[in-house]
C-alpha cells in the first residue's frame, strides 16, 4: 500500500524564517506534486518532480528518488505563505493508481 | 485562459438523495481528475477520465460513478447520500493521459457538500 508520510503537521514561524517541510513515500514513483491550499479550499499546484531540484521565486523543491524522500523549502518566509502545504505522489509502473495524498502540513508565518 | 470550473460550489442535500457535480477542464486539457476532501481522512483520489475513458479508480464504493463527454467535460454522481459524503469536491484538469505521470494539474475551487 502507497502511504505519504509528512512533517512537521504544524509548523508556526517569524517572518523571514527558512522554512522545510518534508515528505516521504514508501513505493516507486512517477512524479511528485507539491500543492498549496489556503483557507477557503483552492488548491495551487506550486511543483511537480520526477527527479533532482525546482525552484519557483522563494520556494525550492527537491527530491531524492533512492531514498524516496522530497522537501519543500521557504526562503524568507512571509505572512501570505501560511497555507496547508500537501504532498502527493503518483505510483510507476502504469498502474490504475491515482494520486496518494500526504495529511498535509499547517504552516503559520508570524509577522 | 479561463481555470478549471466547478459547479455547483455549494449544495445542501438529505440522505438518500443523489448529487451531480460538474467540472469543466481548461481549454485544450483532456485528463479530469476527481478528489475528496474531508478534515478527517484529507484528500482522497476518486477516479480519473482521459478521452471519456476511466483510466484509475480510487477505494470508493460503487455509490461514486463519473463520466467525461467528448467535450472533456466531466461530472461526477454520488447515490444514496450518506452524512459521510459530507466533504470538499475537487476537480482537477491536465494537459496529457495520466499514465505519462508527469503531467501539472490545475484545481478548481470545488463543490462544498454538505448532506444532513
Known amino acids: 500500500k502507497n502511504e505519504v508520510e509528512q512533517s512537521p503537521q504544524n509548523l508556526t514561524a517569524q517572518e523571514g524564517e527558512f522554512i522545510t517541510i518534508n515528505c516521504s513515500y514508501s513505493?516507486?514513483?512517477?512524479?511528485l506534486h507539491w500543492l498549496q491550499q489556503h483557507p477557503g479550499g483552492g488548491i495551487v499546484s506550486l511543483f511537480m518532480l520526477s527527479s533532482g531540484k525546482k525552484k519557483h521565486g522563494r520556494l525550492i523543491a527537491t527530491i531524492n528518488i533512492q531514498e524516496k524522500h522530497s522537501s519543500l523549502h521557504i526562503t524568507a518566509s512571509h505572512p501570505r505563505d501560511s497555507a496547508v502545504y500537501i504532498c502527493?505522489?503518483?505510483?510507476?509502473?502504469?498502474?490504475?493508481?491515482?494520486?496518494?495524498f500526504g495529511k498535509g502540513t499547517h504552516l503559520i508565518i508570524q509577522p | 485562459k479561463a481555470g478549471v470550473t466547478q459547479t455547483p460550489r455549494y449544495l445542501i442535500k438529505t440522505r438518500g438523495q443523489q448529487v451531480t457535480l460538474s467540472c469543466s477542464p481548461i481549454?485544450?486539457?483532456?485528463?479530469v481528475s476527481w478528489y475528496q476532501q474531508t478534515p478527517g481522512q484529507g484528500l482522497q483520489f476518486l477516479f480519473e477520465y482521459f478521452s471519456e475513458t476511466q483510466r484509475n479508480k480510487g477505494n470508493f464504493p460503487g455509490r461514486f460513478s463519473g463520466r467525461q463527454f467528448s467535450n472533456s467535460r466531466s461530472e461526477m454522481n454520488v447515490s444514496t447520500l450518506e452524512l459521510g459524503d459530507s466533504a470538499l469536491y475537487l476537480c482537477?484538469?491536465?494537459?496529457?493521459?495520466?499514465?505519462?505521470?508527469?503531467?501539472?494539474?490545475?484545481f478548481g475551487a470545488g463543490s462544498r457538500l454538505t448532506v444532513l
Open positions: 482537477a484538469s491536465s494537459r496529457s493521459s495520466p499514465g505519462l505521470g508527469a503531467n501539472v494539474l490545475t
Open positions: 502527493a505522489v503518483r505510483p510507476s509502473g502504469g498502474g490504475a493508481d491515482g494520486l496518494t
Open positions: 513505493v516507486g514513483i512517477s512524479a
Open positions: 481549454s485544450g486539457h483532456r485528463s
